[in-house]
């Protein structure tokens, strides 16, 4: 993704960063601490588990079983949970399953979407209206619903078979393609009648070559943008996933979904460190990516900026020379 | 010169000059566009639940000899070619039969009526929560755009959205029901009411309506304390998602054109936001929330997971576990009408609030 | 008598991404009672912001010095709009001033009724009583404007008028709260040729029948030559000169003045451009192969390159909607090296032709061979691809935002002459730069930095890479200021003459298509209503619809323009005539949403 952007004309990196410098308070405050929390939610994916007292999956150590929902201790600082797992443990190595799932999860679902957005969109005919009719129906789908139907799809609807982290990673992925093919689709027929377009085919430029060279790259160009809002989605389907019971058993991967379902009846209890912990990690991830994404949207759209030169005068096009 | 500056966003269709046989014209095919999303829905479902085998296996596969189970199979015709189900499926779905569970033999219509108002009674409670929630404070962040009151309502907004329901109702119910023990942690009523509300002669199954019609007022205080923190719950996650959309479409119609035109008539800014910028900012609102229907949905199975609380999600994740796909199907197709449905009836006021659609 | 506006050393600054950007520097102005006092420049020059600043309306980013006075005429105008506290400021707004827009379809909120919104104004300034009697006087005004019907209109939603009848309206509006001063910020620059004599006619009544006065941002020399008392000319933010409108168009004082008159093509001034020998053309025989079919013939002379017999194009309706009929039995032929005007109002259909003949949009019917071929057939003729040059109205969407100039211009070369290497294609790139008169180094800029006249020269270079027999130029100078406008168009009747290509040439702009083609084709609803020799069809129009074009576009010379009030007075009081356009324009609409 950042390739893209790095071969656009004015580097969107370096028009942001001309943007931030006069973004008012209150989005810059946001910008930061939603970049700070996601530099956090990295950090603790992919140093957490060193950190970590004991591995996601163990029940004991040298002096045996930790036991069950033990208080917060100095062997647990943040307690054990109903099954005698360590809280702490589980909480950071779940930053990385996290991490591992959304990049799966957005990278499988953003090149299928991207592709099929483009071709539909460009070529238009039977094809698209069945595909545009297709993602309109499944945009009117829950996609966590969607997400545990294609969860059971895959573990072949045995509950021997789920718990996988391929198979979390597809089910999140699934739901997500209906929406890239919607946001890129809806790009390219607008890039489509752009007159640069029209005058690529009057020159007599392949179709393959337009789709490509000219409609694909400046229909992808928010898509950073969305990719980090869709990866707050991502979390969350996957958390939704966990606390149906349909995400990653607790043997192969620290899941925080997973740890909340288990800790609903300790709530009821009223034990506080089994739920919170997990809870609260992912809310600051989803609170950091969140922020991000909206962050730079908000930059990158004049309309949502107070600060702007578009409104200076009447009409853009200028007759002068103006030198880049 | 062009019709097209007249959009305000892409929300609303456009028909510019078209007469009021064009609204028709409009509300009936956007109502015949129904039936192709439930269609495709339906049957979408219909084969992934297929694709990973039949019901019977997935739910007792580990349980009986492969001999009882082929009895099985074959007493629920799932013997037959796939073909041959689902058009049997589908033929049975326009007769508004949703087929039986396999774990406990009911028909799921029955499921979908014992349950469906449970959760209807819940989605509304949340939407009520919702809207006072969510417009007010839409509106607020717009006024005082950039400054405080704006910071502070958008970084709740998007702490009601990066939080997950189901976090959110585990620590509702933490802090007021276990710790503070004011509010009931779980379920629609105490067992005596609910018992006293299903003695009743004719129910609704909206726990609330049928405490008001038995008079009994214990009944209501009990079934209000109950819906609180689910309302809440469910209802913060969409007030988020309101109050983002309100604020945007706001200032978008705020830095309008015909907006700086009726202030440089002398127009008060407070009028202007109430009127001259509110009801074109509505329209796009009002469309993008029936696209929320669907999150809605998604929303009410947790919470509802979360409240122990008897509706359709609750039994759903239920069925889920316990791998009775027949029934997961027909809840799972109950929720695609209800979406079409309602984005279908958020379309026409959307079309009731826009001239450009109506005239 | 005291003035109405005084504007003492105004100075706007904006807060940019890139620093503080001045708007307007030290501008000082005055407007006395009746007058109409027009603010003059190109895009950029600050006018805009000066007017808008005269209700307060500018962006938060705005930092202003100096002070803006209004008054009632009586006395010297003595408040300070820049200083104004909120409530002051919106009791003057509307009262002492009121704004009329360049776009009447965006000025007006989509959801309410014109009525409603006419009344707004009056209830924030507690005039007209009640309900009842606001709405009484919204007809009231409605009818004064000139809108028929003015009794249903007050109900109907701003979609349901005209171009023309939605700009009456925002001026009833202002006219409404008896203001003295009206701010029109081009008014008519959105608005057809004959439905902008309307509105300019009744801006004229504003002051004659209402006593109002009229600052008035143009652009268009045209329309201040026609409306204007005194004139204040300015650039990058400063006013260069302020004089009466005769001795300033007699006599312009400062030079820049003198370059904007003179960059403005006049109509009626030189009838038909001036025809260069058919040698010209033969003499640019290219070293191509491309370029054989033009060298071969002078203009008029051979198989014409484009023939149209009764072409109908028709826009697919949608879901909702039915096909709208765009070209309606069309007629002309191009031959070679000549250059064929295309004028009409927006519907009329003049760019669906061009993309019709460029095999962009499908033809519906009818004939339209284009070198020979017919693009009636189903199968695009592959070959002949690149044998035609395009030229958009907008430069700057006409390239790619991401690829370099080099890279866009390179394009047709890169598709076509598969035999060249990279570096001789970088060679002619190079020389197709210089031959629009574009520096070397602006090949590797990216659109986004050259200005627009820079980037329709850019385009032009494109539409020339492979030499082709035929060029479209669609408005190719409309969303460009008339001094670069003049160079562009320098640069175009050059090229042709040095290459001798055809050139279908489209545009809505009468004085600009007198100064390049040869011939024309009056366009209007689909239909050609007149055709023939440029100096023939435009010098001594024998058509209704023409001669109505023609009378109604305003002459950028006050004396001229002053001459032909009889005109004008035709098309206004023509009741039929505004009924007719007012349907013309509810087409047009129809035809800019599908």
Redesign the interface.
């Given at each position: 993704m950042a390739g893209i952007l790095a071969?656009?004309?004015?580097p969107l990196p370096r028009?942001l960063r001309?943007?931030l410098?006069?973004a008012?308070a209150?989005?810059r405050?946001?910008l930061l601490t939603g970049a700070g929390l996601t530099a956090l939610f990295l950090l603790a994916a992919l140093i957490g588990p060193l950190l970590a007292p004991y591995g996601y999956a163990r029940l004991q150590d040298a002096s045996g079983l930790f036991g069950a929902q033990q208080p917060p201790s100095g062997a647990h600082p943040l307690g054990t949970t109903i099954a005698g797992y360590d809280v702490l443990s589980r909480t950071l190595w779940g930053a990385r399953t996290a991490l591992e799932i959304i990049l799966a999860a957005l990278s499988l679902s953003v090149v299928p979407g991207t592709v099929l957005g483009l071709v539909s969109g460009y070529l238009g005919g039977r094809v698209d209206r069945t595909l545009v009719?297709?993602a309109?129906?499944?945009?009117?789908?829950?996609?966590?619903?969607l997400a545990?139907?294609?969860s059971?799809?895959i573990?072949?609807?045995?509950?021997s078979l789920a718990g996988g982290l391929g198979a979390a990673a597809c089910s999140v992925a699934v739901a997500f393609v209906p929406q890239y093919f919607r946001v890129v689709r809806a790009e390219v027929v607008r890039v489509k009648a752009?007159?640069?377009v029209?005058?690529?085919?009057?020159?007599?430029?392949?179709t393959r070559?337009i789709m490509f060279?000219?409609v694909l790259?400046?229909s992808v160009r928010t898509l950073p943008l969305i990719f980090t809002i869709n990866a707050?989605e991502a979390i969350?389907t996957l958390?939704?996933l966990g606390?149906?019971?349909?995400g990653i058993e607790p043997n192969s991967a620290a899941e925080w979904?997973y740890d909340?379902?288990r800790?609903?009846a300790d709530?009821?209890?009223?034990l506080?460190w089994t739920?919170l912990p997990p809870?609260l990690a992912?809310?600051?991830t989803?609170?950091g990516t969140?922020?991000l994404g909206?962050g730079l949207t908000d930059l990158a759209d004049p309309?949502?900026r107070?600060?702007?030169?578009a409104?200076?005068?009447?009409?853009?096009?200028?007759?002068?020379?103006?030198?880049? | 010169m062009s019709a097209e500056t007249l959009e305000i966003t892409g929300a609303a269709p456009a028909a510019g000059g078209t007469g009021r046989h064009g609204l028709t014209r409009y509300l009936v095919v956007r109502f015949l566009l129904i039936i192709p999303t439930v269609f495709i829905l339906v049957s979408l479902v219909f084969f992934l639940m297929r694709a990973t085998g039949d019901p019977v296996s997935a739910a007792f596969g580990d349980r009986l000899t492969p001999g009882q189970l082929q009895a099985k199979l074959h007493q629920a015709g799932y013997d037959r070619p796939l073909s041959v189900q689902y058009l049997d499926y589908l033929r049975s779905l326009a007769a508004g039969d949703f087929g039986h569970t396999v774990t406990d033999n009911q028909p799921v219509t029955h499921v979908l009526g014992v349950y469906g108002a449970a959760t209807a009674e819940l989605a509304l409670n949340a939407l009520v929560v919702a809207l006072l929630a969510g417009v007010p404070l839409g509106v607020v962040a717009a006024r005082y755009r950039d400054r405080a009151p704006d910071a502070v309502l958008r970084l709740f907004a998007v702490l009601t959205y990066a939080t997950p329901v189901f976090f959110t109702g585990l620590l509702l119910k933490l802090v007021l029901a276990v710790r503070l023990g004011w509010l009931p942690a779980s379920g629609r009523a105490s067992t005596d009411v609910q018992l006293f509300l299903q003695d009743q002669s004719s129910t609704t199954g909206f726990y609330l309506l049928d405490a008001l019609r038995s008079g009994d007022g214990t009944a209501v205080t009990d079934v209000l304390e109950h819906a609180v923190l689910p309302a809440l719950t469910l209802g913060l996650l969409v007030a988020g998602v309101l109050l983002r959309l309100v604020r945007t479409n706001l200032i978008g119609t705020l830095s309008a054109d015909y907006v700086d035109a009726a202030r440089s008539r002398g127009v008060p800014s407070l009028r202007l936001v109430t009127r001259h910028a509110a009801r074109p900012a509505l329209i796009p609102v009002v469309t993008f929330l029936g696209l929320q229907v669907a999150g809605l949905l998604g929303g009410a199975v947790l919470t509802e997971t979360t409240f122990e609380w008897k509706g359709l999600g609750y039994e759903l994740a239920h069925y889920l576990t316990a791998r009775d796909f027949p029934a997961v199907q027909g809840i799972v197709a109950l929720f695609a009408v209800v979406v079409a449905v309602t984005n279908f009836l958020v379309d026409v006021v959307a079309a009731l609030i826009d001239p450009r659609v109506r005239y | 008598m005291a003035d109405l506006l005084r504007v003492e050393n105004l100075s706007v600054t904006f807060a940019t991404d890139t620093g503080p950007a001045p708007a307007v520097r030290g501008v000082s102005l005055a407007v006395a009672p009746g007058e109409v006092l027009a603010l003059v420049g190109e895009s950029g020059s600050g006018k805009t912001v000066t007017a808008r600043s005269v209700l307060g309306l500018l962006p938060a980013t705005a930092t202003t010095r100096g002070r803006v006075l209004l008054g009632d005429g009586a006395a010297d105008p003595a408040e300070d709009v820049l200083t104004a506290s909120p409530a002051r400021l919106r009791a003057l707004r509307g009262t002492h001033a009121a704004m009329v827009f360049q776009e009447p379809s965006t000025a007006l909120n989509p959801v309410f009724t014109v009525g409603w919104q006419l009344a707004e104004g009056l209830r924030a300034h507690g005039h007209g009583g009640g309900r009842a009697a606001r709405r009484a006087l919204a007809v009231d005004w409605l009818g004064r404007v000139g809108i028929p019907d003015p009794d249903t209109r007050v109900d109907h939603y701003p979609h349901q008028l005209s171009g023309g009848q939605r700009q009456r309206a925002v001026i009833a509006m202002a006219l409404a709260l008896g203001t003295r001063l009206i701010v029109a910020d081009e008014p008519t620059t959105a608005l057809d040729v004959t439905v902008q004599a309307e509105i300019l006619e009744l801006l004229h009544r504003c002051r004659t029948d209402f006593g109002t006065a009229v600052l008035l941002v143009t652009h268009d020399m045209g329309v201040v030559a026609d409306l204007a008392d005194r004139v204040a000319v300015m650039r990058a933010g400063e006013v260069v000169e302020q004089a009466p409108v005769r001795p300033l168009f007699a006599a312009p004082g400062h030079p820049y003045t003198r370059e904007l008159l003179a960059a403005v093509p006049v109509f009626g001034r030189g009838t038909g451009r001036v025809r260069r020998s058919g040698s010209a053309a033969a003499t640019t025989s290219g070293t191509t192969g491309a370029s054989a079919v033009v060298g071969a013939s002078g203009p008029g002379d051979g198989p014409p390159v484009v023939r149209a017999a009764g072409l109908v194009v028709d826009h697919p309706g949608r879901l909702r909607r039915k096909g709208f009929r765009a070209v309606d039995g069309v007629n002309f032929e191009i031959g070679p090296g000549e250059v064929l005007g295309l004028v009409g109002e927006s519907g009329s259909g003049k760019t669906t032709i061009g993309r019709a003949v460029a095999g962009l949009t499908a033809v519906t019917g009818g004939e339209l061979d284009v070198f020979g071929v017919s693009r009636t057939a189903r199968r695009r003729p592959r070959d002949r691809a690149g044998h035609i040059g395009y030229v958009f109205q907008d430069p700057a969407a006409a390239f790619n935002p991401l690829l370099t100039v080099a890279d866009s211009v390179a394009e047709p070369l890169a598709v076509h002459r598969r035999d060249l290497t990279a570096a001789a294609i970088r060679a002619e790139t190079e020389a197709l730069l210089e031959s629009v008169h574009l520096p070397r180094a602006y090949a590797d800029r990216y659109p986004h930095e050259l200005s627009g006249g820079q980037r329709q020269r850019a385009a032009l270079a494109r539409a020339l890479a492979l030499r082709p027999p035929l060029i479209i130029a669609d408005e190719p100078t409309s969303a460009l200021d008339v001094s670069v406008q003049a160079k562009v168009l320098g640069l175009f009747t050059e090229l042709q003459e040095e290459r001798g290509f055809a050139a279908l040439f489209i545009s809505h702009d009468l004085a600009v298509v007198e100064q390049v083609t040869d011939r024309v084709v009056v366009l209007h609803r689909g239909r050609v209503a007149a055709c023939g020799s440029t100096a023939d069809v435009l010098g001594s129009p024998q058509d209704d619809y023409t001669r109505r074009l023609v009378a109604a576009l305003p002459v950028p010379d006050p004396v001229r323009q002053a001459r032909r009030p009889d005109l004008t007075l035709d098309v206004r009081d023509d009741a039929g005539t505004v009924r007719h356009h007012t349907a013309v324009d509810a087409l047009d609409e129809g035809a800019a949403t599908t």
């Open positions: 071969r656009g004309p004015a028009r001309a943007r410098r006069t008012g209150v989005q405050a946001m009719g297709l309109d129906a499944l945009y009117a789908f829950p996609p966590l619903l545990v139907v294609m059971i799809v573990s072949g609807g045995r509950s752009e007159p640069y029209d005058a690529a085919r009057v020159i007599g430029t392949s070559e060279r000219h790259r400046n707050s969350l958390a939704g606390f149906l019971g349909f979904g909340l379902n800790s609903v709530v009821t209890s009223g506080w739920a809870g992912i809310v600051l989803v609170l969140t922020l909206e309309r949502l107070r600060r702007g030169a409104a200076v005068s009447g009409t853009p096009t200028d007759g002068g020379t103006r030198d880049g | - | -």
